[in-house]
Nanobody
Framework: QVQLVESGGDLVQPGGSLRLSCAAS????????MSWYRQAPGKEREWVAG????????NYGDSVKGRFTISRDNAKNAVHLQMNSLSPEDTAVYYC?????????WGQGTQVTVSS
């Protein structure tokens, strides 16, 4: 079955960096676009970034553009999110997602907290 497992969340100071990872299994990873979302307390889930199946095209939400970078390693069935210049507004649970034949599959999320 499709499984997505996020990791890398942590407590970080403002201005710091983190690299999130999502390990995928149960589907042909290299055939599907992948996305990162986040959800802050009391807010709706927000799309953060997306990457095509081959990694050629990436897109970002306005709030993270220029600070976050999405990448993937199809040999290792993993997608990453490099987050730089973090601010308290980036505090959220971060999820990776894949859409397969009309169904969204989500990981369990990883907590990122930006605080001094």
């Amino acid at each position: 079955q499709v499984q997505l497992v996020e990791s890398g969340g942590d407590l970080v100071q403002p201005g710091g960096s983190l690299r999130l990872s999502c390990a995928a299994s149960g589907f042909t990873f290299s055939s599907y676009a992948m996305s990162w979302y986040r959800q802050a307390p009391g807010k709706e889930r927000e799309w953060v970034a997306g990457i095509t199946s081959g990694g050629e095209i990436t897109n970002y939400g306005d709030s993270v553009k220029g600070r976050f970078t999405i990448s993937r390693d199809n040999a290792k069935n993993a997608v990453h999110l490099q987050m730089n210049s973090l601010s308290p507004e980036d505090t959220a649970v971060y999820y990776c997602k894949v859409w397969i034949v009309g169904v969204d599959y989500w990981g369990q999320g990883t907590q990122v907290t930006v605080s001094s």
